[in-house]
């Protein structure tokens, strides 16, 4: 079968309140970043994106902030939500043609 | 709805036994990716094609192949599946790279068990 894997780190937020879920990447001349979100059983699922020239960027209930200085991205989620739980990676895009490079990923639980 | 389409959903081989996984897209993308994800891990790279460009990650092993016949279609080939090899494998899509976004559109995947 399959070789166990690793235990991913796990926030564990109550519905209702907000999520920070942190990632470090790793390449200082990545220019473009990518949450994904990963529900069970499902492929990984586009959340939102910023590229270098940007500090923060808001979608829908999402914001992304990049500090490039110590090469680090949250993603926050406001108000979480019981569908809101799931796998979520961070992605960083190296110039040239476009190979995401993953972070380890964070198990996200919302507790009602 | 335009999308990416993987075919089976859960595929169960032999040890030993060729397996084929399908992917299939509307989106019309230059680009089609394969990834291997194991439990709790990140999705990893095993190759993309560029058009026909055929782009073999370094550390994919010899027993992984792939093969796009035209650009709606790609196939993961396992020659020869090993336990190790037990894994949910994800085809993704993006168009050119950097045009507009690097934003890769992934399928549901297929869970292969091998016994």
Redesign the interface.
């Known amino acids: 079968?399959?070789?166990?894997?690793?235990?991913?780190p796990t926030l564990s937020v109550q519905e209702g309140d907000n999520s920070i879920i942190n990632c470090a990447y790793s390449n200082s001349a990545s220019d473009?970043f990518?949450w994904?979100k990963q529900e069970s059983?499902?492929?990984?699922?586009?959340i939102i994106?910023i590229r270098s020239n940007m500090d923060k960027r808001q979608g829908q209930r999402v914001t992304v902030l990049l500090n490039k200085t110590v090469k680090h991205l949250s993603l926050q989620i406001a108000a979480t939500q019981p569908g809101d739980s799931a796998v979520y990676?961070c992605a960083e895009?190296s110039p040239?043609?476009?190979?995401?490079q993953?972070?380890?990923?964070t198990q996200v639980v919302v507790t009602p | 709805d335009a999308m990416v389409i993987q075919n089976p959903r859960y595929q169960v081989t032999q040890f030993g036994k060729p397996v084929t996984l399908s992917c299939s897209q509307t989106l019309n993308h230059n680009v089609m990716y394969w990834y291997q994800q194991k439990s709790s891990q990140a999705p990893k790279l095993l190759f993309h094609y560029y058009d026909k460009d055929f782009n073999n990650e370094a550390d994919t092993p010899d027993n992984f192949q792939s093969r796009r016949p035209n650009t709606s279609f790609c196939f993961l080939d396992i020659r020869s599946p090993g336990l190790g090899d037990a894994a949910m494998y994800l085809c993704a899509t993006s168009r050119n790279p950097g045009t507009e976004t690097y934003e890769q559109y992934f399928g549901p995947g297929t869970r292969l068990t091998v016994t």
């Open positions: 079968g399959e070789s166990v894997g690793l235990h991913l473009y990518i994904y059983g499902k492929g990984p699922q586009f994106d990676f895009v040239g043609w476009g190979k995401l993953f972070g380890a990923g």
